[in-house]
């Protein structure tokens, strides 16, 4: 018996073992989806497409595709918002709190995104063996693109990481928290570092980025870096990078004030730099945020936000100050400053809305005296409404007049009276404006501190530029002028020093061990 | 030698007698005797049919007809050995060479019983693990499609979380959380792994049976750490073809209304919130106003709620040979919903098993297929129905109408101005919006044993699962007001096909000698996942009238997407148990597994359990009571596996290549990686430990087992939230990163009376849970889900927010508390500022400081409670469960009381005023800059309840007017009531909802309300 059942056991050794021996082979499978991420940044056209990426985010929810314009804008004096959805009319009142971070929490989520893919162009794209002048173009770009994601979160929420590699372990996971002085230092070292490897434009570039319209080129840098030290009082430094744009000499402003707001004119002369939107190009499903996918829209959605009712949600709209400073100053044959009607939608006779008279379309409604957005819309007969969500207008990040304005700002400021004269009446030319050079030369810096003031509010009603401007210009803290905004909108009655930021992400603190709240949340 | 083979012969025969498959053995040697015949019956005379007979210690045996009679080939002096299940065991001497009739007892033990465990059967008094044995009959009076939902309360350590959506998710979790992931357990069906249980009927199901330690379910290694569940279906037995037809039939409804304001009420609150926001009455709430609506006055609940219907038939037969035994049922399962809307699911299903036996081959197949619908409700593609379809219907306003003539698509809506009321009609959106899931799944599996010699047997198991899916979504243009508009249609249509070939070969080999008996098996399993699909959409502004892809004239509307993998799973598995004289019991499980999921270092888990029992009844100096029927003391330790919630190449980094963007209007092709991976991913693990004490009572008509479970799960792989400043979308680490522990105490108790006219039958269970997180990971951050936080030391998914102290009634009361926002006015929620600042107004409440734990999630007990009784031919049972000591983050009452546009609870009546500040509602004020409608205890609510699940009357017609009929052999029919009662304080539609289980576990975001139902059942056999 003994002998027998020991033939058992062998016979149940030997099937083991052969059971156990084989099959490992199948255990090596590869994802047939993607390629993986270290057989990746071998080519030329590995570095381009990796830069190509690092503008993707620029159409994303928090960014461009709509949430960027509403935390721009909506704050100002110009704008208001009634949106039933807290994420925007919070935005208005300063009443964003930390348990939602809807919109803005998207926005520092987003540029982050951002940054981690310059960071990988920055870190992998030296290594390749690649057509020099195409490499420091993409590394340009890169360093462009790190700089206006951190300009954005700097001007956002303060003091913020600041990551300048890709994180090769979950060590790196855990930048620091850096004061903004230190965010503003790196965002000038970033464009000053984008500015030689840049070019002018890309027409004249050859290899596979010719002829691309819309990449950062040397002056959208220059125009960053100078905006960088205006935001820090730096006017000198300001000014000179201001003045080399201007020595560029290849923008200039566009004889049509509204050719800057449309689909049909866009990169133009005017343009420095602007994020690509269309609705004819890429995918139909709106890519609000996630893992990109090749089956998403490159449309915004910006004009359904901000569009007139029946036509768009209104969550964004002027406010009645705004509208009311357009009519201050009479054009030169003394109508309304052209601009306004470049930047509203109001009840005024023969007013056309999406193609359809205004009194037909809101002649039976509470919506008749209105006040509405028209730049960015798409409401001068191109389309029939925004419902679709998808809109093709390019948004205009920098323009050239913002370089005069901003030029003729740092003039003022250093005493240069008569050279800030021109510059502030070439920008009111171009609209039409009567010539008062002589006038604003005799102004006093603070007399001409206000009629800049003025000047910017028309020149870019709606291009998110007039927080930052009274924040830099100290009003939150003035008391007579804090007043009259309060009095303009009554959105700053719960304006709370600190507000002038946004709150850092909850998960940001709770995940970046040491990371502070900005005061007040 | 001789006689020890002797012993070990008889030993070997002496199991197979008990054991079902092996009572045929011998059947084909006749031996030329006397026939001796006789009838079979209980101890009223009713005839057994089928039962087994044997003649004891010869290879002769029958099973006997219809009528209970039965011919057998014996001599006087043999022993006639009878075998019928739920009867003991019967042995009779054959005195003369004539007829004899055999009386069987009733069972009352049911120790003899064969428990299915993993890769083989083990008797339940040779138990070793934890092992819970559903009373099938008891769970299958649920009308469920979902064998998950059958088992809520029925066994100890088993939560079950459902929700009343026709076709919806079940949730079932065995003795806790054990993942971050996917935490229902490994179901097994006739031996097959399988994935999405609900697909099959739950009428073909013959024995449910929970492994909840390692030491039982260390056998399935690296699929069991979060328990497992194996269902056996029927099976045929070697008979005359027998039918057997279940119907069942009823109607469904919510049981409970939410008291909501009507149109003059609402228009009262909405206009108070406008005021005390500065802003004008919206002119739809203005009875100045020349928009002012008067005369809508929509009760959304009552318009919304309706009666579903539910219906269930199974046909089946079976019956066969010993060489080939069949069954085989075709089911069908309907359900609408309740709301109204062409929601449902329906599923049509057929199940067949053949089972045989030829010499030393045995062998079987099966083939189940399934075809299911399901309809989804409303969920549209560019316009969120805020809170999920059943919040939308109860925040639906009163001033808006169902239908409106003038709008595109017929549904009524509201207007940006006149109302400023964002309101989904969930009515329009459910017609309007067609959305449904199909499923298609085949199930094949065959097997094969082979009795190599005696004892030895080798099994080959191998089976196909095979799942083609298609979902389907469209709406069309369509004009419901503000928001949902939508100015194009949009189509998608995804089809794929989910594929698991498994194969398994198994050896396994009984010894005995003398007292000892040695069973070991040993076996290799290979499987291999494969997972496709293909989507399309299209989204165009012109008008689809054929809603199908052919149809589309604009190819530029259309996009693709689609996806493949493959997984696959090497495993070599083991299990050695020893019973010494029926009083020790060892037991060793062994799995090594090797996943394809993990990178090459991290390739292989090996998980091990082992168990212990002592079976005190069977030790004679122990001189126990006689009272005392079974006493056994349980030992098990083990650990287990998990790779559940990991998709299939998650430890590898990829490079997207649809980060695209525009220059010159033209499309560039972007590439990058946007994700962050984690290459060093490895198993997760589970280690259990077991202690079990099973005890009966007078002749086990009292059973009652107590067991206490501790369960550490390490490495559990989650997605950990990272800084959102490391820029990877999205903002989460997939790695090895938390380790949870869960204990608890379970308790069973049975008490059956099984003689007399009156018979009943109480099965009691309850178990507690306490759950600790050990770790999370990384710095150990703590991870948050929907007011609740989940940290080291505390439970996953704990309710966390804000305390409250009332509300401000005065500026000054404002200005001496810690500052909450520039807005904050007296009738605004009163926040509990902590650390001692509460009444320092430089201090600024923030989310950062001033959240504290508001209450567990998790039941300290759960329960259920079976009674089942039989007087003559009625029948009646009912059936109570319910868990008690939890708290619920109500969020569709926060929902209701937001003060803003929107539909409220009636408690919102009760807002603050100046001339009414007796209150602890805030005032309403559109845009809630206080924040008083933020996570708080004003939402917290108990989560206890008690519910009569299930309550049932039935009635067997007597077999005398039966056999009148010449066809039927059983008719019961039977009324039934579920989800009757439901004790509860709980302001929401049910205490017992659905959500994510996990980190916002407490959350009722909206569920779908359990359904009460009525029904009429009838069960006949022929």
């Known amino acids: 018996m003994k002998n027998k059942n020991f033939k058992y056991y062998l016979t149940l050794l030997s099937f083991s073992g052969v059971l156990l021996g084989s099959c490992n082979k199948d255990l090596v499978q590869n994802n047939p989806n993607a390629q993986t991420s270290s057989s990746y940044w071998q080519t030329g056209g590995d570095a381009l497409q990796g830069i190509n990426a690092a503008y993707a985010v620029l159409t994303l929810d928090g960014t461009y595709m709509r949430f960027s314009p509403v935390l721009e804008n909506v704050r100002g004096d110009d704008i208001i918002s009634h949106s039933p959805w807290t994420a925007i009319s919070n935005v208005d009142i300063f009443a964003l709190g930390t348990s939602d971070a809807s919109g803005y929490g998207w926005a520092y989520d987003e540029y982050y995104e951002g940054i981690y893919r310059c960071n990988q162009v920055l870190d992998n794209v030296p290594k390749i063996t690649m057509d020099a002048g195409l490499k420091n173009r993409i590394l340009g770009q890169a360093y462009f693109l790190r700089g206006l994601y951190l300009f954005h979160l700097v001007n956002f929420f303060g003091n913020v990481p600041l990551p300048l590699h890709a994180p090769a372990n979950t060590s790196d996971f855990f930048v620091k928290q850096s004061t903004a002085a230190a965010g503003w230092a790196q965002i000038e070292s970033d464009f000053k570092a984008a500015i030689p490897l840049l070019p002018v434009a890309y027409s004249t570039t050859g290899g596979s980025d010719a002829n691309d319209l819309g990449r950062a080129t040397q002056g959208a840098a220059m125009g960053y870096l100078g905006k960088a030290y205006l935001f820090n009082k730096d006017f000198t430094n300001a000014s000179a990078q201001f003045k080399n744009v201007i020595n560029l000499g290849i923008y200039g402003l566009m004889p049509n004030y509204k050719d800057n707001f449309t689909e049909a004119k866009e990169n133009n002369q005017e343009s420095l730099f602007e994020v690509q939107f269309s609705t004819t190009v890429g995918g139909t499903v709106l890519g609000w945020q996630g893992i990109p996918n090749s089956t998403w829209a490159e449309a915004s959605a910006r004009a359904i936000t901000f569009g007139a009712p029946d036509f768009g949600w209104t969550d964004v709209q002027p406010s009645v100050s705004g509208f009311n400073e357009f009519f201050l100053e009479k054009a030169k044959d003394s109508s309304v400053d052209p601009r306004l009607d470049a930047t509203m939608f109001y009840n005024k006779p023969g007013e056309t809305i999406y193609g359809q008279l205004w009194a037909n379309v809101y002649g039976n409604t509470p919506y008749i005296n209105g006040i509405y957005n028209r730049k960015y819309e798409n409401g001068d007969g191109n389309k029939a409404n925004e419902f679709d969500w998808k809109s093709g207008i390019n948004e205009r990040l920098m323009r050239y007049s913002d370089i005069l304005l901003m030029y003729a700002e740092c003039q003022n400021e250093l005493g240069n009276s008569a050279e800030c004269a021109k510059y502030v009446q070439m920008v009111r030319t171009r609209a039409n404006i009567p010539d008062k050079t002589v006038l604003f030369t005799s102004f006093t810096q603070a007399q001409m501190r206000d009629q800049i003031a003025h000047e910017r509010l028309l020149e870019f009603c709606l291009e998110g530029h007039r927080f930052d401007d009274i924040r830099r210009w100290g009003w939150l803290s003035d008391p007579t002028k804090l007043a009259m905004l309060k009095q303009r909108d009554a959105g700053f009655n719960s304006y709370i020093p600190g507000k002038e930021l946004y709150p850092i992400p909850q998960s940001e603190i709770d995940n970046n061990p040491g990371t502070k709240q900005n005061p007040t949340y | ?1022």
């Open chain 2, 1 to 1022: 030698m001789k006689k020890c083979k002797n012993e070990f012969r008889k030993g070997v025969r002496w199991f197979s007698l008990l054991s079902f498959i092996c009572i045929f053995l011998g059947t084909n040697f006749v031996y030329a005797q006397s026939q001796i015949k006789g009838k079979i019956t209980d101890k009223d005379g009713k005839p057994l049919s089928n039962a087994t007979i044997v003649v004891k210690g010869k290879p002769t045996a029958t099973t006997s007809k219809e009528d209970g009679s039965y011919t057998i080939s014996a001599k006087a002096g043999d022993v006639l050995f009878v075998s019928y299940i739920g009867f003991q065991n019967t042995e009779i001497k054959i005195n003369g060479t004539t007829g004899q009739n055999i009386q069987l007892i009733a069972k009352t033990s049911s120790l003899d019983d064969v428990v299915v465990v993993g890769y083989g059967t083990v008797k339940k008094k040779d138990l070793t693990g934890s092992v819970s044995i559903v009373n099938v009959g008891d769970a299958k009076k649920v009308a469920t499609y979902d064998v998950a939902k059958m088992l809520q309360g029925q066994a100890a350590g088993v939560s079950v979380q459902g929700s009343g959506e026709p076709g919806g998710y079940v949730a079932i979790k065995i003795r806790g959380i054990s993942t971050f992931g996917d935490n229902s357990p490994l179901f097994v069906i006739d031996g097959v792994p399988v994935s999405a249980p609900f697909d099959f009927a739950t009428d073909d199901i013959e024995s449910i049976q929970v492994l909840k330690d390692a030491s039982a379910a260390a056998i399935y290694g690296s699929r069991a750490a979060t328990g497992v569940i194996i269902i056996t279906t029927k099976k045929g037995k070697s008979s005359v073809p027998k039918i057997t037809i279940s119907s069942y039939a009823g109607v469904q409804n919510v049981p409970k209304k939410i008291p909501l304001l009507d149109r003059v009420q609402y228009q009262t609150v909405v206009s108070a919130a406008e005021t005390n926001a500065g802003l004008s009455i919206a002119p739809a709430n203005d009875p100045t106003s020349p928009y002012y609506v008067s005369t809508i006055n929509t009760d959304w609940q009552k318009s919304a709620l309706k009666t579903g219907l539910i219906q269930n038939h199974n046909v089946g037969v079976s019956g066969g040979t010993e060489a080939l035994a069949y069954n085989l049922s075709v089911g069908y399962f309907d359900q609408t919903g309740y709301q109204a809307g062409p929601q449902k699911y329906d599923r049509y299903t057929l199940n067949s098993n053949i089972t045989g036996k030829k010499g030393i081959l045995s062998y079987g197949a099966k083939l189940a297929y399934t075809e299911s619908h399901k309809g989804n409700y409303a969920a549209t593609n560019g316009h969120a129905v805020f809170g999920g379809t059943v919040t939308s219907m109860l925040t639906a306003i009163p001033t808006m109408p169902i239908y409106d003539n003038t709008k595109l698509g017929g549904y009524g809506g509201t207007d940006q101005s006149i109302n400023r009321a964002i309101s989904a009609n969930v009515i329009g959106i459910n017609n309007l919006v067609t959305d449904y899931s199909n499923r298609n799944r085949v199930l094949a599996n065959v097997w094969a044993e082979l009795e190599i010699v005696k004892n030895l047997k080798y099994k080959i198991n191998l089976s196909y699962d095979r799942t083609d899916y298609m979902n389907y979504h469209y709406e069309p243009k369509f004009d419901m007001g503000y928001y949902y508009i939508n100015s194009q249609y949009y189509m998608y249509q995804q089809y794929g096909v989910s594929k698991t070939g498994l194969i398994e070969n198994t050896l396994s080999y009984a010894l005995k000698y003398k007292k000892h008996s040695l069973d070991m098996l040993a076996g290799l399993t290979y499987q291999k996942d494969d997972n496709q699909w293909m989507a399309a959409t299209s989204q165009d502004t012109t008008t689809l009238v054929n809603t199908v892809f052919s149809a589309i004239a604009n190819q530029g509307a259309n996009t693709v997407s689609g996806q493949a993998g493959t997984a696959t799973l090497y495993s070599t598995l083991g299990r050695i148990n020893y019973n010494y004289d029926g009083r020790f019991l060892l037991t060793a499980n062994f799995r090594r597994d090797g996943s394809s999921k993990f990178a090459p270092v991290n390739r292989y888990g090996n998980f091990m359990g082992f168990a212990g029992a002592w079976n005190l009844t069977n030790e004679k100096f122990l001189h126990l009571p006689s009272q005392i029927t079974n006493l056994k003391l349980r030992l098990g330790y083990g650990t287990l596996g998990n790779q559940s919630s990991l998709g299939y190449y998650s430890w590898q980094s990829y490079i997207n290549n649809g980060t695209n963007y525009l220059f010159n209007n033209s499309l560039a092709v972007g590439a990058s990686t946007v994700s962050v991976t984690d290459p060093s991913l490895k198993w997760e693990s589970t280690t259990t430990k077991n202690a079990a004490l099973d005890l009966g009572l007078f002749n086990d008509k009292i059973n009652l087992t107590a067991e206490y479970f501790e369960r550490v799960s390490s490495d559990i792989i989650t997605a950990i939230p990272i800084p959102l400043s490391v820029g990877s979308f999205p903002a989460t680490l997939t790695t090895n990163a938390a380790s949870v522990k869960n204990n608890g105490f379970e308790a069973t108790i049975g008490y059956k009376k099984t003689d007399g006219k009156f018979k009943f039958n109480i099965n009691a269970n309850a178990y507690t849970l306490h759950n600790t997180v050990l770790k999370l990971g990384g710095t150990n951050n703590p991870i948050y889900g929907s007011g609740s936080k989940t940290e080291v030391g505390k439970e996953v998914g704990q309710l966390y927010g804000y305390q409250t102290e009332g509300l401000f009634q005065s500026v000054a009361d404002v200005n001496k508390h810690a500052f909450q926002s520039a807005l904050t006015a007296p009738g605004d929620v009163r926040f509990k500022a902590q650390n001692g600042k509460d009444n320092d107004p430089t201090y600024t409440i923030t989310d950062g400081n001033d959240r504290v734990y508001l209450g567990s999630a998790i039941p300290k007990v759960y329960f259920g409670l079976n009674f089942d009784a039989n007087y003559g031919n009625f029948d009646f049972s009912v059936f109570f469960q319910g868990n008690a000591g939890s708290k619920v983050f109500n969020a569709v009452y926060q929902s209701l009381m937001t003060g803003q546009y929107g539909n409220q609870h009636t408690d919102e009546l009760n807002y603050w005023r100046a001339s009414h500040t007796n209150t602890n509602v805030p005032r309403p004020m559109i845009g809630d800059p206080n924040g008083n409608n933020r996570f708080s205890d004003l939402f917290v609510e108990s989560g206890t309840y008690v519910k009569l699940q299930n309550a049932q009357i039935g009635y067997t017609i007597p077999e005398k007017q039966l056999i009148k009929t010449h066809l039927f052999t059983r008719i019961r029919v039977y009324l039934s009531g579920q989800n009757l009662i439901t004790i509860a304080k709980y302001k929401g539609y049910d205490p017992d909802f659905i959500s994510d289980g996990l980190f916002s576990r407490g959350l009722d975001y909206g569920s779908f309300p359990n359904a009460r139902t009525f029904m009429f059942g009838i069960q006949a056999g022929l």
